[in-house]
């Protein structure tokens, strides 16, 4: 159980081109995800927070108008990475609450590798 | 001063060594304490979970927190080369709703 999928997993893109990152829990209800960056040999570093059917709070420093989070059910979230560029190159994350499991126990997507050329 | 401090390694140990890996933090008012395991170019998994202070053993696994030092320990017994992965710290609770994370520590397991 507490199974989290992303897709895709790998994705390349032109800068200037906008990206889509999905995130599902596949076994569970998620009212809340995160999203995390995470760059080589470094830690995760939290990007927002959303709960379902509403906006997403971002930590400070994360552009929200360029990282566009959909949070539309108990069980997908997605992350749009708007007018990308090499910078925004790196390891992206999701990450689920399980109702069910109480409000600590968190589970991690597999992750997505973007490549901006 | 950091909310959640670990020692990044790397750390090398032969297979069947016991390894110990350790966290300190800086608010009292945590109270959920959890170690992940992150294969390279994967997400973190969750190891152990534990509430408050003491032992929780799972297997090889063995999770320690001791909240009047602030400490918190994973201890892997007969380590083994697929144990080889960066291991992070977690902890969370007070007035905030996020888990924080610690560097992680990269351990190696030769065999």
């Known amino acids: 159980g507490a199974v989290v999928s992303q897709h895709p997993s790998r994705v390349i893109c032109k800068s200037g081109t906008s990206v889509k990152i999905e995130c599902r829990s596949l076994d569970f209800q998620a009212t809340t995800m995160f999203w995390y960056r995470q760059f080589p040999k470094q830690s995760l570093m939290l990007m927002a927070t959303?709960?379902?059917?509403?906006?997403?709070?971002?930590e400070q420093g994360v552009e929200k108008d360029k990282f566009l989070i959909n949070h539309a059910s108990l069980t997908l979230s997605t992350l749009t990475v708007t007018s990308a560029h090499p910078e925004d190159s790196s390891f992206y994350i999701c990450s689920a609450r399980d109702l069910g499991r109480g409000l600590s126990e968190q589970y991690f997507g597999p992750g997505t590798r973007l490549t901006v050329t | 001063q950091k909310e959640v401090e670990q020692d990044p390694g790397p750390l090398s140990v032969p297979e069947g060594a016991i390894v110990s890996l350790n966290c300190t933090y800086s608010n009292s008012a945590f109270q959920y304490f959890m170690w992940y395991r992150q294969y390279s170019r994967k997400g973190p998994e969750l190891l152990m979970y534990t509430y408050s202070s003491g032992n929780k053993e799972d297997g090889r696994f063995t999770a320690q927190v001791d909240k009047s030092s602030k400490y918190i320990s994973l201890f892997i017994r007969d380590s083994q080369p697929s144990d080889s992965a960066t291991y992070l710290c977690a902890v969370y609770g007070g007035a905030t709703n996020k888990l924080i994370f610690g560097t992680g520590t990269l351990l190696a397991v030769q065999p």
């Open positions: 959303s709960n379902e059917g509403s906006k997403a709070t971002y």
